[in-house]
């Protein structure tokens, strides 16, 4: 049967372990050698103990867990063509001409490089007698699909990235744990949330815990925020309200371009209004813990999509990404995504934040 072989890359979501979980499962079903390969492309470089075959049993209760099991790391000598080599030598030894990468957009461009470069790898690897003419006729192509795992929801093409709902699921069940204590003291609270240059999840937790405020990268405020804030906080105070929630995105800005933190939300308004403010940052508590029903969803959805695409592909067949569309598990073209992901950061860079906005969506 077919070698295939799963990573994760890149910082870890919730859901990653459903989708490793699946590709295993399905792998093994169709007929196909499943490897692990630890730590990310760091152990697909390094080889040894980091690329292990898999069994029906490694995959048992893991669904449940949060982060990845078989380890995940940003690795600067993949970058390199050296580390690629010896990536590709170990691949060879193993026999695996099928990659399923599970990362964000820099893991995924890397997985395209990797196989642009496969020929000139190989050719590289018979000069320096590393393989041979034989397991060059043998290995000459490899195939990739990716799977978007990210609390980010920051990929074009997919309509959720798997980890996005279980952050959102903390995210939410902190802000409600901190309105009763707000509640109790008559507090405001300015919480500041993940997502990089990604205002989602800051988007959907406002709307979700009926936050008073928010500030998202996509939509800067207006020059006058600060006296709009203060507005709305005391009209919202003289209609009896006890408390106030502000969401500040980690990547908020203002309409210059210049970060909106949630040390200067709480400075406007203590100096304005003089209101008992507190703030949390919730971190990595985001991407932490049990993932929620539907990431694992989303994973077994994906992971088993993956396989099939491999088990289909050809010499020819373009790398895809497994993309949730509706509730479809479908395939998309790798390339035209990450380009299109890069795209949107330009636009964001370039201040064209209703051009980003537009481009996000899935097609
Ligand atoms: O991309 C996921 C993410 O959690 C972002 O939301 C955040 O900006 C970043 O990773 C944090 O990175 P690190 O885990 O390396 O601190």
């Not at 490897?35 to 390094?46: A, R």
Request: include cysteine; charged fraction near 20%; proline fraction near 2%.
């Amino acid at each position: 049967g077919k070698g295939i072989a799963v990573l994760t890359s890149g910082g870890d979501s919730q859901g990653m372990n459903s989708a490793v979980r699946a590709v295993v499962r399905m792998g093994l079903y169709v007929g196909a050698r499943v490897y692990f390969i630890k730590e990310g492309y760091q152990g697909m470089v390094d080889g040894g103990e980091n690329i292990v075959e898999a069994s029906w049993s490694t995959v048992s209760g893991i669904i449940h867990k949060g982060g990845t099991v078989i380890g995940s790391a940003r690795c600067k000598d993949f970058r390199d063509r050296e580390g690629r080599m010896k990536a590709a030598k170990n691949l060879i030894k193993h026999g695996i001409t099928n990659l399923v990468v599970i990362g964000g957009d820099g893991s995924l461009t890397g997985a395209n490089l990797f196989r642009q470069d496969w020929t000139a790898l190989l050719a590289l690897l018979i000069k320096k007698g590393d393989i041979t003419e034989e397991e060059r006729q043998k290995y000459s192509s490899i195939n990739i699909v990716g799977m978007v795992g990210s609390i980010d929801n920051d990929f074009c093409g997919t309509d959720m990235t798997i980890g996005t709902d279980s952050a959102l699921h903390r995210i939410i069940e902190a802000v409600d744990a901190i309105s009763s204590t707000a509640y109790s003291h008559q507090r405001c609270f300015i919480l500041e949330v993940m997502g990089r240059h990604c205002g989602y999840l800051c988007l959907s937790a406002a709307i979700g815990c009926e936050a008073d405020y928010m500030f998202i990268p996509e939509f800067p405020p207006a020059h006058n925020w600060e006296e709009l804030l203060c507005q709305k906080l005391e009209s919202e105070r003289s209609m009896g309200q006890r408390l106030n929630i502000i969401i500040v995105a980690e990547g908020a800005i203002d309409i210059e371009g210049n970060p909106i933190s949630a040390e200067g939300v709480k400075k406007v308004i203590v100096d304005q209004l003089g209101f008992d403010t507190r703030i949390t940052v919730l971190g990595h508590v985001q991407r932490g813990g049990s993932p929620s029903a539907f990431d694992r969803l989303l994973g077994c959805r994906m992971g088993a999509e993956s396989v099939l695409a491999l088990m289909e592909a050809t010499q020819e067949t373009e790398p895809c990404v497994i993309s949730l569309d509706g509730n479809q598990a479908v395939r998309v073209p790798l390339m035209g995504c990450v380009l299109k992901t890069q795209a949107v950061a330009q636009a964001m860079k370039d201040r064209n934040w209703d051009q980003a906005v537009q481009m996000r969506g899935r097609s």
